[in-house]
Nanobody, 123 residues
């Protein structure tokens, strides 16, 4: 079992930046790919970014490409999502997730999920 706890959400003006963190604990973190997803009110949860265990492979949704950066520090069992040039449409609850396989954009392939952190971007 892997426990995931997100932090770093909050209220920011459009054009601003935030960095989300996801700390993993419990069972070994070794070998897990990690992903970030988000869910806006009334919408389905959607893929944002994913990173392989080594960090060598990274994937982004088209809507965040060039603005968001996913990274990880395996020594700290932590994954980050640096978000810049934020837009009101980025407002959502952001979730991190762990996958024992490869980094993927597919929600159903993730095994463990955090509780989420709210990001609100004002116009």
């Amino acid at each position: 079992q892997v426990q995931l706890v997100e932090s770093g959400g909050g209220l920011v003006q459009a054009g601003g930046s935030l960095r989300l963190s996801c700390a993993a604990s419990g069972r070994t973190f070794v070998g897990y790919a990690m992903g970030w997803f988000r869910q806006a009110p009334g919408k389905e949860r959607e893929f944002v970014a994913a990173i392989s265990w080594s960090g060598g492979n990274r994937y982004y949704a088209d809507s965040v490409k060039g603005r968001f950066t996913i990274s990880r520090d395996n020594a700290k069992n932590t994954v980050y999502l640096q978000m810049s040039s934020l837009k009101p449409e980025d407002t959502a609850v952001y979730y991190c997730a762990a996958n024992r396989g490869v980094a993927t954009m597919t929600l159903d392939e993730y095994d463990y999920w955090g509780q989420g952190t709210q990001v609100t971007v004002s116009s």
